[in-house]
C-alpha cells in the first residue's frame, strides 16, 4: 500500500492515509523498563498526582 501512497504524492495528489486499526495495535509493543526494580523514569508529558517533596 505504500508504494500507491508515494506514486500518487509523486505525481502531486494530495493523499490521506490511515492505517487499519489491528495494525495499529500490533506496532504497540508497550514500555520496556531499563531501570532497576524500584525505580522509573518518568516522562514529564505523563504527569504524576504524587506530592513528593523533590517535585514540590
Sequence with gaps: EIDKI???IQ??????ACAEPE???QAWTGRIL??????AY???ADGCDNRCSYCA
Design 6 to 8: 508515494i506514486e500518487a
Design 11 to 16: 505525481s502531486g495528489q494530495r493523499v490521506t
Design 23 to 25: 495494525r495499529q495495535s
Design 34 to 39: 531499563t531501570t532497576p526494580p524500584g525505580m
Design 42 to 44: 518518568l516522562r514529564i
